[in-house]
T-cell receptor
Framework: GAVVSQHPSRVICKSGTSVKIECRSLDFQATTMFWYRQFPKKSLMLMATSNEGSKATYEQGVEKDKFLINHASLTLSTLTVTSAHPEDSSFYIC????????????FGAGTRLSVL | GENVEQHPSTLSVQEGDSAVIKCTYS??????FPWYKQELGKRPQLIID?????GEKKDQRIAVTLNKTAKHFSLHITETQPEDSAVYFCAASTNAGKSTFGDGTTLTVKP
């Protein structure tokens, strides 16, 4: 149980294009999902907290117009990197907090974004 | 906001030895402290967690201790094996659910 699916696992795109990443909780309902960015050999940096049916809460320094988050249902959250640039290349990971799960987070497998 | 410090950043042990990783946190409201293991290019995997109403928790070769007064918690791995080699992250979170992660410890277990 408690499986989080994240797609795509790897994406290569041209500078200026937009990329959408999906995060799905497969066997539980997630009232809250989190989006992280991880640089090589570094820790997970929280970008935003996504709550179903409401606007995402972004961490300081994260551009909300650059990283669009939609949490349309209790099992799906999407992150769209708009007008991607090479500096947006990174490993993006989502996690989901089950309803009633008392802070436990289950992570997706991550998306490796490379912007050319 | 919460600040989590993790030490050491790298740790190398001989197979069969024990490994200890320590974390400190700053927000006294934090009440949930998970530990994650992350292999290269993979997702973080929860290996053990502890809540603020408990001082110690053990699961086979892995144990976690929590000192709320001092605001620190530690991961203990006994009888280490080469497959324990990975990056380990501690985290602290409050009832709001948002977690703050430590910078990670790269553990290498030499056969």
């Amino acid at each position: 149980g408690a499986v989080v699916s994240q797609h795509p696992s790897r994406v290569i795109c041209k500078s200026g294009t937009s990329v959408k990443i999906e995060c799905r909780s497969l066997d539980f309902q997630a009232t809250t999902m989190f989006w992280y960015r991880q640089f090589p050999k570094k820790s997970l940096m929280l970008m935003a907290t996504s709550n179903e049916g409401s606007k995402a809460t972004y961490e300081q320094g994260v551009e909300k117009d650059k990283f669009l988050i939609n949490h349309a249902s209790l099992t799906l959250s999407t992150l769209t990197v708009t007008s991607a640039h090479p500096e947006d290349s990174s490993f993006y990971i989502c996690s989901a907090n089950p309803r009633g799960g008392k802070n436990i987070q289950y992570f997706g497998a991550g998306t490796r974004l490379s912007v050319l | 906001g919460e600040n989590v410090e993790q030490h050491p950043s790298t740790l190398s042990v001989q197979e069969g030895d024990s490994a200890v990783i320590k974390c400190t946190y700053s927000d006294s409201a934090s009440n949930y402290f998970p530990w994650y293991k992350q292999e290269l290019g993979k997702r973080p995997q929860l290996i053990i967690d502890i809540r603020s109403n408990v001082g110690e928790k053990k699961d086979q070769r892995i144990a976690v201790t929590l000192n709320k007064t001092a605001k620190h918690f530690s991961l203990h791995i006994t009888e280490t094996q080469p497959e324990d080699s990975a990056v380990y992250f501690c985290a602290a979170s409050t009832n709001a659910g948002k977690s703050t992660f430590g910078d990670g410890t790269t553990l290498t277990v030499k056969p």
